[in-house]
């Protein structure tokens, strides 16, 4: 039996997925993760679920076929395509930009692997030098796309 609890004033307040938030969490990080055993290679990529109603998390991504949905951050076993773990994106914090979104997703969906020998996976979003970094010190390897024009990256 699922039992599903209100989503307190507070709770919504902090957080814009509050009210699936429980559900999203049970049916896919906790079954996901203890009923399969990855390959050696995880990728990390974002998904749109299509989606046109009116929640506080719906994304407008215009280079998607389906231009408006639930964004998510997904860990996929390369081998299989399996999904691992998924991130739900409630939307922007406040009208502050998040600094190193990709990088920090990088991390939190990699660190279940740490000192596992695997290979994460990702493209450009979630690339950068430093997160490559962070990914050897929990002792993954990291194979990511660069673009010329990011910072880190920039020829002089």
Not at 105 to 112: A, H, M, T
Not at 128 to 140: D, F, V
């Amino acid at each position: 039996m699922i039992v599903v609890r209100q989503s307190s004033p507070f709770r919504q307040a902090s957080d814009k997925a509050a009210p699936i938030r429980d559900i999203w969490n049970l049916n896919s990080n906790e079954n996901l993760a203890k009923n399969y055993e990855p390959h050696e290679n995880v990728t990390i990529d974002e998904q749109l679920f299509p989606y046109r109603d009116k929640t506080e998390f719906t994304q407008f991504i215009p280079s998607k076929p389906a231009k408006y949905g639930m964004k998510v951050w997904w860990a996929c076993d390369s081998k299989t395509k399996y999904p691992l773990k998924g991130k739900l994106y409630p939307g922007k914090e406040g009208n502050e930009r998040e600094v190193n979104q990709g990088e920090n997703v990088l991390i939190q969906l990699s660190k279940n692997y740490s000192h596992s020998v695997r290979t994460i996976v990702a493209d450009n979003f979630f690339t950068t030098s430093n997160g490559a970094k962070r990914l050897a010190n929990i002792r993954l390897a990291f194979v990511g796309t660069v673009r010329a024009n990011k910072a880190f990256f920039r020829l002089k």
